[in-house]
């Protein structure tokens, strides 16, 4: 295919750009739904003379529907955003970001969608519907999968449908809530994805972080034991990557361990781990829920993570954790892959 899209850039450059023009629309209109011209024209970077032109000849096609509300992509719309998403991803390079990835990070497999999830929003959703797609494919029913929180997380919610999976499944939060906005707590997260799977799913209502007597007194009882061992044995663990010293502020964390943190060089953080840039673990909170160590034992564990500002996040991850797919956007691979020091 590679070949094939080099010759059309010679032969018929112009093609290859009306090609991808197109589809972005088509996909922008996919996302947003409806949507009107000028929130199009700003969605895809385009002037809204150039947008009403491609709108109209994409509706002519029968690909768009134009309705009082705004714009909807028509079933065989969709058909064809599918079908051109392999295509297009070779044509705009993406295909070989995966590739070095791959390499850079030893990851078995990588997904990269493009844009920059740091300043657009629709980047997350891009995401989602590509953690969703792997989903289709790996995940059997009666299996049980963690979840961490976040707002990309949110966003593989988001982008579940009931067909999603084939059978039944169990969605558990990988650890407890960190006081952030709710529709962002891994516990409102897994009860999204069980209504959209129709699944079933449990909760785990404890703080994060914990203090020393706290933690211990929660881990007597029956009731968080019992999610605990279902949590710690998961078949698939689906989490995101955070930014180390912006994590520290959501959990409020006190003067001294953000010193710590900074005289420590955290740049990462994951399951309450915190990352120096060699992957070395610097700090630990206090919290109920999966460990580092439990990874080891689930059947697939899927990092999803993007945004330019997260790059020395992510590689410090990958460092030393367990992923069996990453997936990110064009931005944070570009910086991974161009800054020599990551």
């Known amino acids: 295919m590679r070949a094939l899209i080099d010759l059309q850039k010679k032969l018929y450059p112009d093609l290859l750009h009306v090609m991808q023009q197109r589809y972005s ?14 929130g199009l024209a700003e969605h895809v970077a385009l002037s809204e003379r150039i947008v009403r032109a491609e709108v109209d000849f994409l509706h002519n096609q029968g690909l768009l529907n134009i309705t009082t509300k705004g714009m909807l992509i028509t079933e065989e719309g969709k058909v064809v955003v599918d079908q051109l998403a392999v295509f297009m991803k070779e044509v705009m ?48 029913a009666d299996q049980t999968i963690a979840v961490t929180g976040g707002t990309t997380m949110a966003a593989v919610a988001q982008a579940m449908t009931p067909s999603d999976i084939s059978g039944p499944c169990l969605f558990v939060p990988a650890r407890g809530g960190i006081g952030e906005k709710v529709e ?27 203090s020393e007597t706290s933690y211990h007194t929660m881990l007597r009882e029956p009731s968080i034991n019992e999610i605990l061992e279902l949590i710690r044995k998961s078949d698939v663990v689906l989490h995101g990557i955070g930014d180390a010293l912006t994590m520290a502020k959501r959990r409020k964390t006190g003067n001294e361990i953000m010193r710590q943190l900074a005289d420590k060089h955290a740049v990462g953080e994951a399951f309450g781990y915190y990352f120096n840039k060699a992957g070395d673990v610097v700090y630990k909170v206090r919290t109920i829920g999966i460990q580092l160590e439990d990874l080891d034992s689930a059947k697939c564990v899927i990092t999803v993570a993007g945004g330019s500002s997260k790059a020395q996040a992510i590689a410090s991850y990958f460092e030393q954790g367990k992923s069996d797919l990453f997936i990110t956007d064009e931005a944070a691979a570009e910086q991974i892959l161009g800054d020599e020091s990551l």
Not at 25 to 38: D, K
Not at 110 to 116: A, D, I, L
């Open 93 to 140: 390079g993406l295909s070989v970001l995966e590739e070095q990835l791959k390499d850079k990070l030893h990851v078995e497999q990588v997904m990269v969608v493009p844009g920059n999830s740091d300043n657009e929003s629709w980047v997350k959703q891009e995401m989602g519907k590509a953690c969703v797609s792997f989903f289709n494919s790996t995940v059997a």
């Open 25 to 38: 629309i088509l996909n922008s209109v996919s996302l947003f739904q409806p949507i009107g011209r000028r």
């Open 184 to 210: 962002n707590q891994a516990n409102t997260i897994v009860a999204e994805m069980a209504r959209k799977t129709n699944g079933d799913y449990r909760m785990l209502y404890v703080p994060d972080p914990l």
